[in-house]
């Protein structure tokens, strides 16, 4: 079992930045990759950005060259940094683990963008 905890949420204004922290506690050593997904008002969770156990990070194109992936492996943490916030960046953003026993997520962040 994998439990995850998101911090770093919150309500900015357009083309601020906000950084969202992920912990990992649990059975981190079976992790494939992890990942940030969002969830907008009305919409299907979709895939922010992933990076497997090898460091390749992979990003959705809304967030290609606005928001970046990276972890601290001694912290068992990710982050994602997101800068050059729009409004519809708006939702909750949930972080997930993928492991052989099963996909983890945490309970999400709420992240507001004001125009």
């Known amino acids: 079992q994998v439990q995850l905890v998101e911090s770093g949420g919150g309500l900015v204004q357009a083309g601020g930045s906000l950084r969202l922290s992920c912990a990992a506690s649990?059975?981190?050593?079976?992790?494939?990759?992890r990942g940030w997904f969002r969830q907008a008002p009305g919409k299907q969770r979709e895939l922010v950005a992933v990076?497997?156990?090898?460091?390749?990070?992979n990003y959705a194109d809304s967030g290609k060259g606005r928001f970046t992936l990276s972890r601290n492996n001694a912290k068992n943490t990710v982050y994602l940094q997101m800068n050059s916030l729009k409004p519809e960046d708006t939702g909750v953003y949930y972080c997930?683990?993928?492991?052989?026993?099963?996909?983890?997520w945490g309970q999400g962040t709420q992240v507001t963008v004001s125009s």
């Open positions: 997930n683990a993928m492991a052989p026993s099963g996909t983890y």
């Open positions: 649990g059975s981190i050593f079976s992790i494939n990759a």
């Open positions: 990076i497997t156990r090898a460091g390749t990070t």
